[in-house]
Every structure is written in C-alpha cells, then in structure tokens.
C-alpha cells in the first residue's frame, strides 16, 4: 500500500467553488482500480490550503490514476483556481 499527499493553495475567495471541485476528484479517484480510501483537509489557519490523503494499493494503480483520463479531465477544472501548482508527495509505510 501507497500514500499519497496532495497539498493545493487555492485562490482566495474561491472556497466554495473549490470544495465542489476537489470532492469531485475524490469522486472520480473512488472509481479508479486500486484506490483504498481518502479523505480531504483543509488547514485551519488557511481556508485556501486543501490536504488530500489517498492509499491505493500500489505504485503501479496511483501512478495509472494519476496518468489517467478521468484525472486530467477534473484537473482541468482544479488548475485554474490554484494558486500555484499542487505538491504530491508519495510515500509508503515503514
């Protein structure tokens, strides 16, 4: 199993807007072979700073995701309201 940490900053005044959109990655991840389970944060101290944790049972399933066509579509409706481009960060257990 693999755990995959999302970090995006958004831009301000969007959250609504932004909420929908990232629930409807998490949507679309759900569908995807491989995907265990997630969950979406949002920092305290910044309402524009999502944290999406998702574990997927390997490598091979998060990066076909992540190359997939259901990504890059809902992506397309992400990008535009970041800030700056989205940090992942890719780990496994120990």
Known sequence: MIRVLIERQF???MREELERVVREVIQEAVRAPGYLSGEILRDVEDNNHFVV???WRSLEHW???YASDARRRVMACVEPMLQEP???TVAEPV
């Open 63 to 65: 990066d076909a995701w």
């Open 53 to 55: 944790i998702s574990n």
């Open 86 to 88: 989205e940090h992942i």
């Open 11 to 13: 831009v301000e005044g």
